[in-house]
């Protein structure tokens, strides 16, 4: 029987951060549409405006997580797992079938194109006409909800598990600086503060620098907190 050295496991921390950001701001983005959308509630310009905006920053940030699991994180778990099974270290009760359900989250990934795509434009509508586009903004939130709901629990129970024992923490931390180094340059500070919002304390003592926050990401922080009680409100 071959014995197999553990190695240190990867450092899951900022893609379950990642996973909590997206869905629960799509649930609380079509919960505050739904809300205008049933009640009539009177909308300014300004605040269609700013919830128009934080829709595109969102999706931004969604196209973003996505695309790069495609090119950079799923290349790195298919070789992990194929090395895996070539000397024999795959551990059993994980499936290797498992990971044809790359194929199946690629896929996952280019279905919610066209709903990322209504519901920008639905959101671009929005801005223009609050009251007449109410409905359709909050109808195409509900379906992008729904379909990444369903895509993150799959992913998190398909492929987590695989990640965990065959993904070395070194070629993982790799992707994850790739994935970091291609974000958008115009959109990184708005991404990285929104991300930061949902992290709970364990999350921060893994992610904040040695030092803490510097000034500028303090400036950076407070300005998309301003802009999340421009279109929520303050937090009760």
Known sequence: MTNHTLAPAPDLTGIRLAHRAITGDVERLATLVEGIATSGRPVTGAWAQSIATYVHRYNVGVRHHHDNEDAVLWPVIAAAVE????????????????????????????????????????ATLFSEDPARHARRLADALAAQHAALVRHIAAEEREL????????????????????????????????????????????????????????????????YAEHEVEVFGPAS
């Open 83 to 122: 090395q895996a099974l070539t000397d024999g270290s795959f551990v059993e009760g994980l499936s290797p079938e498992g990971v044809a359900d790359l194929a199946s989250l690629t896929e996952d990934h280019t279905a919610l194109d066209p709903l990322q795509d209504a519901c920008d434009w639905a």
């Open 160 to 223: 987590f598990p695989v990640i965990t024992r065959h993904v070395g923490a070194e070629d993982y931390a790799a992707a994850e600086a790739r994935i970091r180094a291609a974000t958008p340059v115009e959109h990184a500070p708005w991404l990285r503060a929104w991300l930061m919002s949902w992290a709970t304390a364990d999350d921060l003592r893994v992610l904040t620098p040695p030092g803490g926050v510097s000034p500028v990401a303090d400036t950076v922080f407070r300005a």
